[in-house]
């Protein structure tokens, strides 16, 4: 089982993290709260369209990915039964947006870094963001992956166009081949 991972949401239980940034961004720039449900909502289809939704400047990007990478890496666990999957796993490789120096830290601060065999980080590394899918087809040809596991529809689109099968994590609403809400036995019965 050669596995393609998305990080945030997929691996670790980061939008805790990334809501309350969200929060702190839209009251720096609208000097108001909002919905988080809602909020979580957008989040959960990209940062930048809950930016765009909210009428958040992309002055705040910085501010945001600083707040964000700062809670993540303060309290953002891993999801639980993650390690036992990448255990059993041939290989595991990761695309996020977030800094590679930022994932490293988080996977190291887990005990996770050994479980994987390369992380792309598309800005560090050269590559479009997600959903184009150059850093999928790339670590596609190199490692000839099995399956892609993401929480949004951007995580999933680019899988598909590289050929690979998809899971959806804890995400109904976008299109995959496996739906799987906890990282449990169903995931070894599910991607086989």
């Known amino acids: 089982m050669k596995l393609l991972w998305d990080l945030d949401g997929t691996i670790f239980d980061t939008y805790p993290a990334i809501l309350?940034?969200?929060i702190a961004v839209h009251e720096a720039?609208?000097?108001?709260?909002?919905?988080?449900?809602?909020?979580?909502r957008w989040l959960k289809r990209n940062s930048k369209l809950a930016f765009q939704q909210y009428r958040i400047s992309e002055d705040f990007r910085?501010?945001?990915?600083?707040?964000?990478?700062?809670q993540s890496e303060a309290?953002?666990?891993?999801?639980?039964?993650?390690?036992?999957?990448?255990?059993?796993?041939?290989?595991?490789?990761?695309?996020?947006?977030?800094t590679k120096a930022s994932t490293?830290?988080?996977?190291?601060?887990?005990?996770?870094?050994?479980?994987?065999?390369?992380?792309?980080?598309?800005?560090?590394?050269?590559?479009?963001?997600?959903?184009d899918a150059a850093a999928y087809h790339y670590l596609n040809e190199k490692?000839?992956?099995?399956?892609?596991?993401g929480d949004r529809s951007l995580?999933?689109?680019?899988?598909?166009?590289?050929?690979?099968k998809t899971v959806s994590f804890q995400n109904a609403d976008i299109e995959a081949d496996v739906y799987l809400d906890a990282y449990d036995e169903t995931?070894?019965?599910k991607v086989k």
């Open 20 to 22: 309350n940034s969200f």
């Open 29 to 40: 720039a609208h000097g108001e709260t909002t919905d988080r449900n809602e909020a979580l």
């Open 62 to 70: 910085p501010l945001f990915t600083e707040l964000d990478h700062k």
């Open 75 to 98: 309290g953002s666990p891993p999801f639980d039964g993650i390690e036992e999957i990448l255990a059993a796993a041939d290989v595991n490789v990761i695309v996020t947006h977030r």
């Open 104 to 131: 490293i830290e988080l996977l190291t601060k887990w005990g996770l870094i050994d479980f994987f065999d390369e992380i792309v980080s598309p800005e560090d590394d050269g590559f479009p963001r997600k959903p």
């Open 143 to 149: 490692y000839d992956l099995d399956w892609a596991i």
């Open 155 to 164: 995580d999933l689109i680019p899988a598909r166009e590289a050929g690979l």
């Open 187 to 189: 995931f070894f019965e």
